[in-house]
């Protein structure tokens, strides 16, 4: 019988800030003949994340480090093509942590079993996949409650967009900084967001001190440097702050200083919480029990951005950061 052919994306070299095409490969390779209790998945979507960044230099971080020339990992959507295990038949839509490439073989523990009722099956890479959940995360990590004025950063973004559709339905004042005026317009229009800003119109403080002149009670995150320093000088006295991603400084070869005014963490009996969603997928079918019927309902709106063909996939990675996504950054298989 002959092998299957798939191409994959492999780690070429490590990046020194930014990522360029230079530091991947497309590569073609055969699979193996399917074994007992082993599933064929073929990729329909793949996600590109800013987290990806970090496992691409040669030092741990909360997950290990890419290999090079080795392909690389990370959320995905396919359909089932040949099952030996039970668990799983031909046509089964499925989720998994083998994207960068167009099929594999996996064990049916590898794999989770999602629904074809919500289309199209990408929803399961942006608001009911890892984006959507660490949004999901991170407002109860601070119990965000109906009242709160809730300050986003990256707020277009994968997960800051959902971050914010979710504060509004939980009956909150929801504040977002995006970087371009067609940004800000998704978030006021699109996302139902109160205010919205481009941080790059003028200083992040100044802006924010105009959207919300009596402070707000919680800073969700996604970039750090600046925003950070300016969320903690608006910030109430015991606001909480969601610390998420740090997005400004992932191609920084040397950290930034800190925050000029940290003191205000003491000043303001403040909370900082970290989190990686990964510690939380026991809760994984509370979240999309609850955002799927927000989705089903018509309540959160899932906001994509499409790369087409696998080749695209590093062009649509090294666009994040360049700040080419509304909402969460797809690649479609073909």
């Given at each position: ?71 690389l ?14 668990e799983f ?19 049916p523990?590898e ?50 967009n ?33 205010i ?12 924010l ?76 079918a ?14 959160l ?34």
């Amino acid at each position: 019988m002959p092998k299957r052919a798939s191409r994959e994306i492999r780690l070429a070299s490590r990046p020194t800030g930014i990522p360029t095409a230079a530091n991947f490969a497309l590569a073609r390779t055969e699979l193996e003949p399917l074994r007992d209790r082993k599933v064929l998945v073929r990729n329909l979507f793949m996600s590109v994340d800013p987290y990806m960044r970090g496992r691409m230099n040669d030092r741990k971080s909360y997950a290990p480090p890419f290999e090079l020339g080795k392909p690389l990992d990370g959320g995905a959507v396919g359909e089932v093509i040949e099952s030996r295990a039970m668990e799983f038949k031909p046509g089964d839509a499925v989720a998994s942590n083998f994207g960068w490439r167009e099929y594999f073989i996996a064990s049916p523990k590898e794999l989770h079993p999602v629904s074809r009722e919500i289309q199209p099956l990408s929803v399961y890479l942006g608001a009911l996949g890892m984006t959507g959940m660490t949004a999901w995360v991170g407002l109860n990590l601070v119990e965000v409650k109906a009242g709160d004025v809730v300050f986003i950063s990256g707020a277009a973004g994968a997960v800051g967009n959902v971050a914010g559709q979710l504060a509004k339905l939980r009956g909150c004042r929801v504040i977002g900084s995006a970087g371009s005026a067609e940004k800000v317009k998704f978030l006021r229009e699109d996302c139902g967001f109160d205010i919205a800003f481009n941080y790059k119109a003028g200083p992040v403080l100044e802006q924010l001190n105009l959207a919300a002149p009596d402070g707000v009670d919680v800073y969700f995150d996604n970039v750090g440097g600046e925003t950070l320093e300016a969320a903690l000088s608006a910030l109430r006295v015991h606001g909480r702050i969601v610390a998420c991603g740090g997005i400004s400084g992932y191609n920084e070869e040397r950290p930034r200083p800190g925050p000029s005014n940290l003191f205000n963490i003491i000043t303001k009996r403040l909370t900082m919480k970290g989190f990686i969603v990964r510690d939380w997928l026991d809760r994984q079918a509370e979240f999309e029990k609850e955002v799927g019927g927000y989705l089903k309902a018509g309540k959160l709106k899932n906001k994509e951005t499409v790369a087409k063909g696998i080749d695209q996939a590093p062009g649509a990675f090294i666009g994040l950061f360049q700040g080419q996504n509304v909402g969460k950054m797809v690649v479609e298989l073909d």
